[in-house]
């Protein structure tokens, strides 16, 4: 036996998919920024392995094969292993431990909205959440986040400035 389903519960469950609907829209966007911001500190990262490891005229060898095949992590765990015997410093400036918490940092979100899902758990449904590695990690996504993450986004950018500007890239 079927069971008709009333006009207003109809209704109500139109208007939460296309509330959910737009949510995702709006997540899409964040989910871009936070990804994008993430990619200028790793093109910073690249740019410090270059200067550490390619000689003139090696670059796009050098990135085709090397750095293209390097994940985030990866490329900031041959920055970080190279610093480590000589005290955290390359070329005059110093990796502190909050810049070195901070990449690790937007290492973890970019890859929570990179390989996670967005989902409406559970009590507010105005408030997605992100659900990263099958259940395992589960992230509010709320102003207070985002604020959050584009704060550190921008701490370390500008904490990485003053190393960028003693790097060079010989593309040619």
Known sequence: MTRK????????????????????????KIRGQIIENALEIEGILEIIIVSLFVKKGQFVLFSEFILDNLTFSKKWEIIEQYIKPIGYELFGFKFDANLRQNIRKVIEIRNMFAHGEVDFLEGDVNIPWLVYRSGKKIQKIDDNFI????NLFEETF???????????????
């Open 147 to 150: 604020e959050t993450t584009n």
């Open 158 to 172: 500008k904490k990485l400035q003053p190393i960028l500007s003693k790097c060079y890239v010989e593309v040619f």
């Open 5 to 28: 389903l009333s006009k207003k519960f109809v209704e109500k469950a139109e208007k939460f998919v296309e509330f959910t609907m737009l949510k995702r829209e709006e997540i899409k």
